[in-house]
């Protein structure tokens, strides 16, 4: 079975600044995704970011960006310009591809962002 | 469009009591989902129907049952309600079941308090 760790609990980060949340996982299979969700106080789950792992490009999105390392099945969350309202829990999850749409989520690190 | 809808918002019950929690989605989905988030862990996958008329086990489904009462509702039962099952509960739908642009939208969730 697929595991999603992620070690750092809690994350600050000064407002403007820019912060990265760490995210490894583990798995045999050679072909499947890896996503970002976003779950602000209000408990709504918004997906940030996807990368396909036979995709060696980094995914962006605005000032969201990841480092995707397959080798070290290492996958980091970078915030550019922290803003307010990217203070929330963030979850890495992966999903293979070749079982339907099962997500296997991380626990979580939460993110602060400091005025 | 409200997307996902999930009744109640809160509830609390005591050890041994049943009931249902609902959801409905107004995307025209086919698959729907039912997670659990206890805290400090990421969501869990309890139960899974990737089309209308069939449901399947996920990671913990042990104390529920699920029916996929039509294509826009899946309800999520549990029969004699545990402290264990203190939690949040998610449910989700995605488009279909296979490939990378199926995200999985989800409600705003139930904060379930067994005593």
């Known amino acids: 079975a697929q595991t999603v760790t992620q070690s750092q609990p809690e994350m600050s980060v000064q407002e403007a600044e820019t912060v990265t949340l760490s995210c490894t996982y583990d798995?045999?299979?050679?072909?499947?995704?890896l996503f970002w969700y976003k779950q602000p106080p209000s408990r709504q789950m918004i997906l940030v970011i996807r990368q396909e792992a036979y995709k060696q490009q980094n995914a962006t999105e605005n000032r969201f960006s990841v480092n995707f390392q397959k080798a070290a099945k290492s996958f980091s969350l970078k915030i550019s310009d922290s803003q307010l309202g990217d203070a929330a829990m963030y979850f890495c999850a992966y999903r293979s591809a070749s079982a339907g749409n099962m997500l296997t989520f991380g626990g979580g690190t939460r993110l602060m962002v400091k005025p | 469009n409200a997307g996902v809808t999930q009744t109640p918002k809160f509830q609390v019950l005591k050890t041994g009591q049943s009931m249902t929690l609902q959801c409905a989605q107004d995307?025209?989905?086919?698959?729907m989902y039912w997670y659990r988030q206890d805290p400090g862990m990421g969501l869990r996958l309890i139960y899974y129907s990737a089309s209308e008329g069939t449901t399947d086990k996920g990671e913990v489904p042990n104390g529920y049952n699920v029916s996929r009462l039509n294509k826009r509702e899946f309800s999520l039962r549990l029969e004699s309600a545990a402290p264990s099952q203190t939690s949040v509960y998610f449910c989700?739908?995605?488009?279909?079941?296979?490939?990378?642009?199926?995200?999985?939208?989800f409600g705003p969730g139930t904060r379930l308090t067994v005593t």
């Open positions: 989700a739908s995605s488009p279909a079941w296979g490939g990378l642009a199926n995200e999985q939208y």
């Open positions: 798995t045999s299979e050679s072909d499947y995704y």
């Open positions: 995307m025209n989905h086919n698959s």
